[in-house]
């Protein structure tokens, strides 16, 4: 066996022994290496939970008695048209609650933010039994209710309308693969309900200026027609920002920077290939201004073909 088979199948092992990222491993996403087939629908509902009881203040790794567990729970629906076999439009519209076990303040819930994608494969070369694919991914993201970002840290989001672009590259080699990216969005300021406020200065203004983020993420494991098993690692940088000051509450500009690792998969049944299950988790491992949250995930998808055709219903970047 090959370093390199030796390498996939370790990251293999790790993905099916880990059992836990806010950035969520699902079927058929902007950040992973799938196609959906020209005419192909694909879409279904996704539950994830999140929670944590420690988070880092500034550097500072603390607990607070007055917010005890905050959870996050998000019901969202998914869904990914292939406009051509190298060319999908996917979506995401979730609905999200957030929950303290202790003190007074009261969580909130509503529509969060529509994202909306384009992702395009450029470039694939096959050779052997091994596939290089590069893809190119445009995002959108606005507000889809009149929330306030002003509650942290049991807002529902940010009222930030963004704008990301990411690259990604994937090998695969027989069934084991590895796929890395990096993406680069650019947040819009937004407007709270205060006619000044405070973060290392004065601000006589409701305008909060919004720090851009990059993000990375590798993923590595098995992938076949009917199913994908990986684990994935992510990492999130404010470019810009500022620390929450000593026992201050989180505020929609801070730096929020975080490393999380987790692992998912998604079988396809054999006898009815339209449906699929997807499934997984994350954590936290650290962290800047963020809490060290624990989360999971689970959703159904199924499959809509508008028109007739042998291919099987997704292509993890190749045609089959």
């Not at 620390?243 to 201050?248: F, I, K, L, T, Y």
């Not at 975080?258 to 936290?284: D, N």
């Amino acid at each position: 066996m090959t370093c390199k088979h030796s390498l996939l199948r370790n990251l293999l092992l790790v993905a099916l022994l880990t059992a836990a990222a806010p950035c969520i491993t699902k079927a058929q996403t902007d950040q992973d290496a799938i196609m959906m087939i020209k005419n192909n629908f694909c879409v279904g509902p996704v539950y994830s939970y999140s929670s944590w009881n420690h988070y880092w203040e500034g550097t500072l790794k603390r607990d607070n008695q007055n917010l005890g567990t905050v959870s996050t729970q998000s019901f969202s629906v998914m869904g990914n048209y292939g406009i051509t076999n190298r060319l999908n439009v996917l979506f995401n519209v979730p609905y999200v609650k957030t929950k303290a076990t202790a003190g007074t303040l009261h969580g909130l819930k509503g529509l969060q933010d529509v994202s909306l994608w384009l992702k395009w494969l450029p470039y694939e070369k096959s050779w052997g039994n091994s596939t290089l694919s590069l893809y190119a991914v445009g995002g959108l993201s606005f507000p889809a209710s009149n929330y306030t970002p002003d509650f942290l840290p049991l807002s529902i989001g940010l009222h930030s309308t963004n704008l990301s672009a990411r690259i990604i590259a994937d090998y695969q080699v027989g069934s084991l693969f590895v796929t890395g990216s990096g993406t680069y969005t650019y947040r819009r300021n937004i407007e709270i309900d205060r006619t000044s406020y405070y973060t290392d200065r004065m601000h006589l203004t409701n305008e909060v200026e919004m720090p851009n983020v990059a993000m990375y993420n590798l993923r590595a494991g098995y992938r076949s027609h009917l199913l994908i098993a990986e684990v994935v690692l992510n990492r999130q940088e404010t470019l810009g920002g500022f620390d929450m000051r000593r026992n201050d509450m989180p505020f929609p500009s801070n730096k929020m920077n975080m490393t999380s690792l987790g692992a998912g998969f998604k079988y396809t049944v054999k006898k009815m290939q339209a449906l699929s299950f997807i499934g997984g988790g994350s954590y936290v491992l650290d962290g800047r201004n963020v809490g060290q949250s624990k989360s999971f995930y689970g959703g159904i998808f199924y499959v809509i073909g508008f028109t007739k055709r042998d291919k099987k219903l997704d292509s993890g970047g190749k045609e089959n």
